[in-house]
């Protein structure tokens, strides 16, 4: 028996189980992955696993169990035991599974990874690392060819497969010189081939110079509202917070995000073009099916500063009457501005370039602060110099409504795509 | 799971740990009173680590049997001589963990289903409800997990750990001038459902608590940003003990240019301030965490990183402990069956003094009491930075008005010098996963600490 017919037929066993609705996901993967500890090669990993998601609904109630056992004697357990966690669960009437769509196989990325070249490409990013940058310690480094197949089906007559293969590669490194050493930093990038070297992906070329410089770090001078440009690697997380507090599920269920009667209005300043593209050829990974069981679309979320969607899963959009998301977000991308980085910075009177954030988890009404890391102070148009023991606060909402210039020049991630974004209105300090 | 791997024994010829390891998890979520989440987890599998000619080779599968065992053990293999091909290595043996046998007691049998646990959760939602309309959203959850691990390793080295947690976390959400302001506690820790919660009415008074500290958030005021004198709650200072001075100090941080490298045997910290990554048991007591035998087969020992401020050694594994001519300490963890094993805490605490954390907190003319903390993150300079989520200002040694979310940090380094008082009152936090490429579940722990810390704000 195939892994797919034994999905369907566990979709036939909890039908007979009494289930009025059903879901199940088999997610088969392998990942061959090569470490680099403390700038050797030390380690490679091979690691095979499954991840079998098994959903039922009856009388509004709804119960999963998540296996990795893929046979009948472990789908006859997870049957009964799935039933019987259903039948606990209290009834709510926004449970429900994806609607019938037509059947779809989805294809990306190689099958296998080629490991030789992976070696050669690790091999390779080591000795570029200790010739143009010497002063570089690589404290590890994690360079993985993921592949995967995904069966979804569920008894509204869902049916997609989603075969992906993708290369994934993160370094974490800081530089050192005598008893000198920088803040730590990290980056990395995924692709579907490896054609290209490892040091030319992502922003790992920019972090690296950018640590070297950062051996004599100092202090912000004193206490001051000023612009942040934030670079693409600390956007992300910025993105995310801001999403996760105002368009998702527990917010607008619950009613405190402050962007719940935004649709279709303005949330951040008219620079920003904010779309979620996990199908786009732009991103290498992405996702093609949602994890309700929906085909993934790409979708604009904010337009010009306008909010056009929310990113609501099915049980969200049943809640609170408002539409479903097309996707479930990440996979960024943000449309570039007029302005090259440089001219942007030449227009910052007082502030920071931001290049990595540390701080504790924003506040639902977005509040943030943290700590200014691998960044440079500016002053007067000009990088004067790297950063120590400087924190940041500010507000999210605020932050995104106060941008000044949006880069030309975007960091293409594999799974985003994001440029340099300058805002005002953070509350820098140092002692 | 207790699976007897001894008939494999044969089959290990280079250096080689073999191990079985299922996780389970139990997760039921109330949102706003709806069940929005009942689900069950349950991972389980093989691996194997091969060490040869310097090369380390790992594979896993989640098939517990002959096929998955001879998987593993085969691809490791092949990894390792790969590796080793490719970058050769002086060989050079791993110490030997000294330690040759060890068995958790088996888990109990007869466990809490949801049929029993979403009645219980329902209440508590229920009392939140009905005594606290003017909440806006409430969100009640509960996890329950188990991490069960049988070892060997080509030393002979055999164990069997079992480590359960179960947790309930109740968060409350008030509007305050439109905008939401949020607390969240987490009770429980080590042990079955059982062991820690007998009635949902135990809960009452904390979640009472709970709320009387949110009605004073929602009214709180942004910190005043810049350097300032705090005292940290002992659940503060455990979380101070991890990301500031613990993770500074794995060797494999060491040996990346941590600053703790180049401090060890000199003062690093106020006389006051003694730092112990300990490995089962503390103050009398067993640890939230529990390690008797680590993943790599070593036996696990108490791991004394300060003492009464001097740096005295940091955390290992084989490999480091033979790079730096050390024992090893048992540090070496992972999480999932799929996971290596890397360096890592496990009940990192800074050991409890003589003040009493009342007369602290009245000594304090002008700074903050910091309570509860969020998430933390460190740095190999020892910088370090964690959310604090509840706190007060303290103006001549009285409690003031309460502070909104911010942030703390500071050198670890120069942060420890500053402590002037350390309580008597000791507290752990159970609930930790730290995250390093892996989760893993850690015990943090300490005494109140009065100290000068950044703090962000306004």
Not at chain 1, 77 to 97: F, R
Not at chain 1, 360 to 370: I, L, Q
Request: proline letters at 5%.
């Amino acid at each position: 028996m195939t892994l797919k017919e034994l999905n369907f037929q566990a979709l036939e066993a909890l039908a007979q189980a009494g289930a009025e609705k059903a879901e199940t996901i088999l997610t088969s993967t392998e990942k061959t992955e090569m470490n680099l500890e403390n700038g050797q090669l030390k380690l490679i990993r091979t690691t095979v696993d499954h991840h079998w998601r098994l959903t039922a609904l009856q009388d509004q109630r709804r119960g999963s169990i998540t296996v990795n056992k893929v046979d009948l004697e472990s789908l006859e357990l997870a049957v009964a035991e799935v039933m019987a966690i259903t039948a606990a669960s209290a009834p709510d009437a926004a449970h429900d599974t994806a609607a019938f769509q037509r059947a779809k196989t989805f294809r990306k990325g190689a099958a296998q990874p080629d490991l030789e070249t992976m070696y050669q490409r690790l091999d390779a990013f080591t000795h570029a690392v200790a010739t143009s940058f010497p002063r570089i310690v690589l404290l590890s480094a994690q360079l993985d060819f993921t592949g995967s197949t995904t069966f979804f089906q569920n008894s509204n007559g869902v049916d997609f497969t989603a075969q992906q293969g993708s290369y994934n590669f993160s370094v974490m490194f800081s530089a050192k010189a005598g008893t000198s050493s920088s803040s730590m930093n990290y980056s990395g990038f995924s692709s579907l081939n490896l054609e290209d070297e490892l040091l030319n992906g992502g922003s790992l070329r920019t972090l690296l110079a950018q640590a070297d410089q950062g051996l004599a770090p100092r202090k912000a001078p004193g206490k001051f509202e000023g612009t942040v440009i934030i670079a693409p690697d600390c956007l992300e997380g910025f993105l995310y917070s801001l999403l996760g507090i105002t368009i998702t599920d527990r917010p607008l269920i619950t009613g405190t995000s402050l962007f719940k009667d935004k649709l279709d209005q303005p949330v951040a300043s008219p620079l920003l073009t904010l779309a979620s593209r996990p199908v786009a050829p732009e991103i290498a990974p992405g996702y093609f099916i949602t994890a309700d069981g929906y085909e993934a679309q790409n979708a604009t979320i904010i337009q010009d500063g306008i909010l056009k969607t929310f990113l609501l899963s099915l049980y969200g959009a049943n809640k609170t009457g408002l539409p479903r998301g097309a996707n479930d977000g990440g996979a960024f991308v943000i449309t570039p501005g007029p302005q090259c980085l440089a001219e942007i910075v030449k227009g910052v009177k007082k502030g920071l370039l931001l290049t990595r954030f540390s701080g504790g988890a924003p506040s639902p009404n977005g509040d943030f602060s943290g700590i200014a890391k691998n960044s440079f102070y500016l002053e007067d148009g000009v990088i004067q110099y790297p950063l120590s023991e400087t924190m940041i606060a500010g507000n999210l909402i605020s932050l995104f409504r106060a941008i000044t210039a949006i880069s030309q020049e975007r960091i293409d991630f594999g799974f985003a795509l994001l440029p340099w974004v300058a805002a005002q209105g953070v509350t820098i300090s140092a002692q | 799971m207790n699976t007897n791997l001894f008939s494999y024994k044969h089959l290990l010829s280079a250096y080689t740990e073999l191990r079985c390891q299922e996780n389970n998890s139990l997760v039921i979520s109330f949102l706003q009173g709806d069940n929005t989440t009942n689900t069950r987890l349950t991972t389980s599998g093989v691996s194997a680590r091969v060490y040869k000619k310097g090369a380390w080779g790992f594979a896993s599968h989640p098939e517990i049997s002959d096929k998955g065992v001879r998987f593993v053990l085969d691809t490791a293999t092949r990894n390792s001589n790969f590796l080793a091909a490719k970058e050769p290595q002086p060989d050079i043996p791993l110490p030997h963990g000294g330690v040759t046998t060890d068995r958790d007691t088996p888990e109990p049998q007869n466990q809490l289903r949801s049929e029993d646990l979403v009645p219980f959760l329902k209440e508590i939602d229920h009392y939140i409800a009905t005594k606290y309309p003017r909440i806006s959203s409430r969100t009640v959850s509960l996890n329950c997990s188990e991490l069960k691990k049988t070892l060997l390793n080509s030393d002979g080295v055999s164990a069997y750990s079992y480590l359960p947690r179960s947790f309930i976390a109740i968060g409350m959400t008030v509007e305050q001038e439109g905008a939401p302001v949020r607390l969240q506690e987490l009770f429980g820790g080590r042990g079955q459902f059982t062991d820690l919660f007998t009635a949902p009415e135990a809960l009452f008074s904390k979640i009472d608590w709970l709320y009387e500290h949110l009605m004073r958030k929602r009214e709180g005021i942004f910190a005043e940003a810049g350097l300032k004198t705090c005292v940290l709650a002992p659940e503060l200072t455990g979380i101070l003990a991890h990301e500031a001075i613990g993770h500074t100090c794995e060797a494999d941080l060491v040996l990346g240019g941590s600053i703790a490298g180049s401090h060890l045997g000199h003062p690093v910290a106020s006389p006051l301030v003694s730092l112990v990554d300990f490995a089962h048991t503390a103050l009398g007591a067993t640890c939230p965490v529990p390690v008797v035998v680590d993943d790599e087969g070593s036996a696990a020992q108490d791991a004394v990183l300060i003492d009464r401020g001097i740096l005295k050694g940091f955390l290992h594994n084989k490999e480091s402990a033979r790079h730096f001519g050390v024992a090893p300490t048992g540090n070496a963890r992972a999480f999932r069956f799929s996971d290596e094993p890397l360096i890592r805490m496990r009940n990192t605490a800074i050991l409890p003094g003589t003040a009493k954390l009342e007369e602290m907190i009245a000594s304090l003319d002008d700074g903050y009491y910091l309570m509860r903390p969020s998430n933390g993150q460190a740095d190999t300079t020892s910088e370090f930075m964690f959310g604090v989520t509840l706190g007060y200002e303290v103006k001549n040694g009285k409690l003031g008005r309460a502070i909104k979310d911010t942030t703390i940090s500071g050198m670890a380094f120069q942060v420890l010098q500053t402590v002037s008082q350390v309580s008597q009152e000791f507290k752990w936090i159970s609930g930790g996963m730290c995250g390093k490429k892996q989760l893993i579940p850690v015990g943090m722990g300490g005494p109140a600490l009065k100290c000068q810390v950044m703090i962000g704000g306004r």
